[in-house]
C-alpha cells in the first residue's frame, strides 16, 4: 500500500525514472541523465534494500543494482549512433566548420 498523499521523495523519483526514461529512449541529453538515474538507482538500493543485508541475493535488490551499472554504462558511453545528442553534436559541428 502506498501513502496517500505521496511522500516527496517518492514522486522526486517518479518524475526522473519517467522523464529520464524518455529521455534516454530518444538519447536526448543521455550522459547527463544517465548519471543522475545511476545516482537515484543507488540511493534506491541502500534506502530500500541494503538494510536487509549488503549483497543483493540477500536482500532483492538485484534489479536496483542493474539499473545502476546500465545507467552508469550509459552515461559513459553515449547514446549511440541514432540518439538525438548525436544528431544535434553533428550538426552543430557541420555550422562551426563552414
Not at 51 to 56: D, E, K, N, T
Request: hydrophobic share 55%.
Amino acid at each position: 500500500m502506498m501513502p496517500n498523499p505521496l511522500p516527496p521523495i517518492l514522486l522526486v523519483a517518479a518524475v526522473l525514472e519517467f522523464f529520464g526514461g524518455l529521455l534516454i529512449l530518444v538519447g536526448l541529453f543521455t550522459r547527463s541523465v544517465a548519471f543522475l538515474l545511476s545516482g537515484l538507482m543507488a540511493v534506491a538500493y541502500f534506502m530500500g534494500h541494503a538494510s536487509g543485508g549488503f549483497l543483493p541475493l540477500q536482500n532483492g535488490g538485484e534489479l536496483a543494482v542493474l539499473y545502476c551499472f546500465v545507467f552508469l554504462f550509459l552515461a559513459v558511453a553515449g547514446g549511440g549512433e541514432w540518439s538525438l545528442d548525436r544528431l544535434f553534436w553533428t550538426r552543430e559541428k557541420l555550422n562551426l566548420e563552414e
